[in-house]
């Protein structure tokens, strides 16, 4: 069926590292792929979406590139702060009216000063 | 982008009673989707809720747990019916911000606790 795979986190960095969070997914057709972020208490918001092959999405200096030979979608930014720490969830969609998105089960981002 | 406020934003529940969480969205919207968060854990569809029509729900839940009300485009309701602590999580409402598939938008979530 249907599926997305995230790396298992926690992932710790330090201010101005270089991140990346690897995702990759299992669907038939041809899914949107998108990346939301809970802060801590807060509710999911999204970060970035690629709806075609090869599209970048890219948003607060993260981007993720729409890669069907190798169905990812990693996520990455260049310089991490402290303010970056959250839960990032990959997750698709399949087109379909009334059709709820398919999560991976998340990765922590912690980040020190 | 759909605006979702959720109503309450937190509660702790005694074991054995009910809460009702409602969902307010800025648009009218076709489907709207409840979603439960246990803690730590990635989200998991409860049902989808069309107006006008019963809810769908997803294998490992039932109407009688969790009964929703759809009655117009903009609002929904999701009770959580004789809890147990095994019910606390976060549960989180979204709508699709546009056509078939578009980008889904969270509400806040409410923050359950049952004691």
């Known amino acids: 069926g249907d599926s997305v795979t995230q790396m298992e986190g926690p992932v710790t960095l330090s201010e101005e590292a270089c991140l990346t969070i690897?995702?990759?997914?299992?669907?038939?057709?041809?899914?949107?792929l998108f990346w939301y972020v809970q802060y801590p208490g807060e509710g999911l918001q999204l970060l970035l979406k690629?709806?075609?092959?090869?599209d970048k999405g890219s948003n607060k200096g993260f981007e993720a590139t729409y890669r069907k030979e190798t169905t990812s979608f990693h996520l990455e930014k260049g310089s991490v702060q402290v303010s970056d720490s959250a839960v990032y969830f990959c997750?698709?969609?399949?087109?379909?009216?009334?059709?709820?998105?398919?999560f991976g089960k998340g990765t922590t981002l912690s980040v020190s000063s | 982008s759909a605006v979702i406020s959720q109503k309450p934003s937190r509660d702790i529940c005694q074991r054995g009673t009910s809460l009702t969480i409602q969902c307010q969205v800025d648009?009218?919207?076709?489907?709207m989707f409840w979603y439960r968060q246990q803690p730590g854990q990635s989200l998991t569809l409860i049902a989808t809720?069309?107006?006008?029509?019963?809810?769908?729900?997803e294998s490992g839940f039932v109407i009688d747990k969790f009964p929703i009300s759809r009655p117009n485009l903009t609002f929904s309701t999701l009770t959580v019916s004789n809890m147990s602590p095994e019910d606390s999580s976060i549960y989180l409402c979204?709508?699709?911000?546009?056509?078939?598939?578009?980008?889904?938008?969270f509400g806040p979530g409410t923050r359950l606790t049952v004691l």
């Open positions: 690897n995702c990759t997914y299992t669907a038939t057709g041809y899914p949107s």
């Open positions: 809720a069309n107006q006008g029509s019963e809810a769908t729900y």
């Open positions: 648009s009218q919207v076709t489907m």
């Open positions: 690629a709806t075609k092959a090869d």
């Open positions: 979204s709508v699709e911000g546009g056509g078939p598939g578009d980008t889904q938008y």
């Open positions: 997750a698709l969609s399949l087109h379909q009216a009334g059709t709820a998105l398919i």
